[in-house]
């Protein structure tokens, strides 16, 4: 389980080595994804609190990267935060995440990307629920629920 120590070291000594790397150019980008989403995930933007289309639903899946596919959390691990953007305690996986300190605004705070593709996810917070403590603040454009398909058997 990742924790808040685990979060500085990676923004600090450098990131997890993803399973694999997706590549494209701004035009390539710009071909796949709708300008709301290309404005978040390759510009850094973020989308209005409380506007998210993933923000209130609480389907079983997994929520992956819009760019690139990648499996990024479970809907398992999803929390109300309140904050108005979708808010998980932990990655699905440990390399799926890279973290980056991020001091734009003034502030300082801890950037969240894709470890595939490199798209701009959110931030990351030390005030999440236990056992980790961590709240990934994530924007709605920046990723697809792929709902888990049910069986009756």
């Known amino acids: 389980m990742i924790n808040w120590k685990d979060v500085i070291h990676y923004a600090v000594q450098g990131n997890p080595k993803p399973d694999k790397r997706v590549e494209k150019t701004e035009s390539e980008w710009k071909d796949v994804l709708t300008p709301s989403q290309f404005r978040i995930t390759r510009k850094k933007g973020t989308e209005a609190p409380h506007s998210g289309a993933l923000c209130s639903i609480h389907e079983a899946g997994k929520y992956a990267c819009v760019c690139c596919g990648t499996p990024l ?81």
């Open 73 to 153: 959390f479970d809907s398992t691990i999803k929390f109300e935060s309140g904050t108005g953007w979708p808010s998980f305690t932990q990655p699905i996986k440990e390399n799926a995440i890279q973290y980056f300190k991020d001091t734009s605004y003034g502030m300082v705070r801890v950037e969240v990307m894709c470890n595939t593709c490199d798209a701009h996810l959110g931030h990351v917070f030390p005030d999440g629920p236990e056992p980790s403590g961590l709240r990934y603040c994530i924007n709605s454009e920046s990723m697809e629920l792929l709902k888990e398909v049910q069986t009756n058997e």
